[in-house]
Structure formats: C-alpha cells, structure tokens
C-alpha cells in the first residue's frame, strides 16, 4: 500500500512576524544558524515571531538532494515537522557523516543513499524509508525549490524578514541581533 502523506510545514511559532530561513541542512554555516533557531523562539517569543525553514538544496552539497528528500519525508510521518526537526538536528549534530572532504573526496564517496538513509534513521530516531519511497514526495521538494528561486536565494542560509530578503542577517550574528531586526 503507498504511503498517504501531507508534508507538515516547518513552521513553529505562531507571532504576527515572519523570519523565513532558506537552508542547505549539510551546510555548516545553515547549521549553525539551525542551532539557533530554538533560542531565537524562546527570546523572540513563539507569539510574537514565526520561524520557517525552507530547504534549499545546493549541488557542492553531493548529498544535498537525499538529505533533503529524508527531512521532508519525516515531516508526512506523524509527529510532522518535529520528526523533520530531529533529522535537522542529526545532520547538524553529525556533519561529517552527511558531507564530502573539500566537497569531492573522502571516505563518504563510497557511502550509497541507502546507507545515507540508515544513518540519518539511526541518529535522528526517525524511520523515513518508507516515507522517503514515496514517488509524489518531490512535489513538495520542487515546492522548496521554487520558492527558492522565485525569492532569487542563491546561498544559504539566507534570511527573509516579512518577505523580504535581508542582507544584513548571518549566521555568526547573536541571537538577540536578530530578535532586535524582527521586534524593534
């Protein structure tokens, strides 16, 4: 039987502001502002703000694409965007397992999906497969893309404030730099 599925956005907080965050999850610098975000919703204010991810795939990233695949498929499982959230957080917490030496070499040239899959089910505590097999999933994956492209993102992470892209947020930046940007 084919699995029934509604891929749950990756929207959490419930504010009249919006901080859209366009990340490769493999990315280290979209990492490091993953590990941010809670933060930025317990300071900001889950009824002040809303965060949402936006999954956007970069092609120097080699596994980008199965990563990808695998977090939107465990946001159609129940548990939603939470079972999303852990697989996030599973790359972010085991990086090197997901990503190439200089982005072409290394011993995770030899890795095949399959045992990127096995990985990311181990770490985050999710089983996706049967979700991943999902033929129809890559409509909610070109959805990711499109508005990606239609919003001109060409890095990552890159951050939109209320629909706007905003330049001035990174990364490195303090939390409360961006708790100020989206509340004062």
């Not at 029934?4 to 990315?27: I, K, N, Y």
């Not at 317990?42 to 970069?58: C, F, Y």
């Not at 985050?124 to 070109?142: H, M, N, W």
């Amino acid at each position: 039987m084919a699995h029934r599925w509604h891929a749950d956005p990756l929207v959490w907080g419930h504010g009249p502001r919006l901080l859209e965050v366009f990340q490769e999850p493999t990315c280290p610098f979209s990492v490091k502002t993953f590990n941010k975000l809670d933060e930025f919703l317990s300071q900001a204010g889950k009824d002040n703000v809303r965060v949402q991810i936006w999954l956007h795939s970069q092609p120097w990233h080699l596994y980008s694409g199965i990563v990808i695949r695998a977090i939107i498929a465990a946001s159609t499982l129940e548990g939603g965007k939470d079972n999303a959230y852990r697989v996030m957080d599973a790359v972010g917490k085991h990086r090197d397992e997901f990503v190439f030496e200089d982005h072409c070499r290394g011993a995770n040239r030899r890795t095949t999906p399959d045992e990127v899959l096995q990985r990311l089910e181990e770490y985050s505590g999710v089983a996706l497969t049967p979700a991943f097999d999902t033929p129809d999933l890559e409509r909610e994956i070109k959805r990711h893309a499109k508005y990606s492209r239609q919003n001109g993102i060409h890095g990552s992470p890159t951050f939109m404030v209320d629909g706007l892209i905003d330049p001035g947020m990174g990364s490195g930046d303090e939390v409360s730099e961006w708790v100020k940007r989206l509340l004062e």
